[in-house]
């Protein structure tokens, strides 16, 4: 009996009463199949419809199960972290709650892992059972756009179904909505990634509580993570290129008005004067921005970091190591 997991399944639940014990089930019949032991940790997203009493009375005769509570609705980017920082195993995996991810294609997405062929494993929900104008065509979009900014050549990036080797998730910090984009932060850490189709079936129980009014926020994460990714240890780098584009045309500017000036003899008010010193200015903000960013940049990497939820009940956490395969 290995002390350490292969696997550590996070899955955040909000609100998913009716469907706890059918998952846990359902997950319990999968663990024998993985080529290792397993742990699964749900994160109860300050749930009010009994989930947490449901996940509570799951725990009996279930030693590879844990279970933390948050004292309100953080959102699911602030369980997957609080899911991370708790996982023990070499590989952490992502599932959704609601029964629409088949726990049984774990196995399948361990197995490039477990050979060496990939460090991070992304599900594709290729046949996905959803309604269509609400929610598959804005996600088709939005991976769309996520391919072309971010040059993240994966179909569904938001498919939860996903493994990671551990260490491409230990330094991460997730705020917002950006647990979507992780593999984007794996592969700037230089991890292989692969995308296997994976099962999607139709939600039996509720609604969605994780929707589409967050696209928005995914929008401006995507930019987020864009800089992060490219300019996370140097942002002054990022805006000190847009500070000499501003400073360049600045400079253009003034050679206009020096040239009717000092060649035409014109002095007559222009509004070239105007647009000069508006982009010295600009680019004088782009220069100061990147200097504050600078610093906090390296004060952030100089202090502990802080978490963005509240854990009220941890349970289940205190048996790791028996019987962990099920």
């Known amino acids: 009996m290995s002390a350490r997991p292969l696997l550590s399944l996070v899955i955040p639940v909000y609100n998913e009463a009716e469907s706890v014990d059918d998952l846990v089930g359902e997950i319990g019949e999968a663990i024998p199949a993985l080529p290792g032991p397993a742990e699964v940790i749900l994160i109860d997203d300050g749930s009010t419809d009994g989930s947490w009493e ?46 629409q991810n088949d726990p049984r294609d774990l196995a399948a997405l361990i197995e490039p892992l ?34 072309i900014f971010l040059d993240l050549r994966l179909h569904d990036l938001g498919c939860t179904l996903k493994v990671f080797r551990r260490a491409y998730l230990e330094d991460v910090s997730l705020l917002g909505e950006m ?29 969605s509580k994780y929707g589409l009014t967050r ?9 987020t993570v ?27 500017a ?30 004088l903000i782009c220069f100061m921005s990147g200097l504050l960013a600078e610093i906090n940049i390296r004060v952030l990497h100089a202090t502990a970091g802080t978490r963005p939820f509240k854990v009220v009940d941890r349970i289940g956490f205190d048996r790791r190591g028996e019987g962990e395969e099920g």
């Open 215 to 223: 696209i928005y926020k995914v929008l401006i994460d995507l930019v």
């Open 114 to 147: 477990i050979e060496g062929r990939a460090d991070v494993v992304c599900g594709w929900r290729a046949r996905r059972k959803d309604k269509a104008l609400s929610r598959v065509l804005p996600s088709v979009f939005a991976n769309w756009l996520i391919r």
């Open 179 to 207: 647990h979507r984009f992780i593999p984007a932060y794996a592969r700037a850490q230089g991890a292989r990634i692969v995308e296997m189709e994976v099962s999607h079936r139709e939600r039996r129980f509720g609604e």
């Open 254 to 283: 003034l050679a206009i008005v020096a040239w009717r000036v000092l060649i035409l003899g014109r002095t007559e008010a222009t509004p070239m004067v105007f647009i000069m010193l508006l982009l010295f200015t600009a680019s």
């Open 226 to 252: 864009k800089m992060l990714n490219t300019y996370g240890t140097k942002p002054a780098y990022f805006f000190g290129k847009i500070g000499i584009f501003f400073a360049a045309f600045g400079s253009l």
């Open 54 to 99: 449901r996940i509570s009375a799951a725990m009996s005769g279930r030693p590879w199960l844990r279970a933390i509570r948050f004292l309100g609705n953080q959102g699911q980017t602030a369980a997957i972290s609080a899911g991370i920082d708790a996982a023990s195993g070499e590989l952490i995996g992502f599932m959704d709650a609601d029964l």
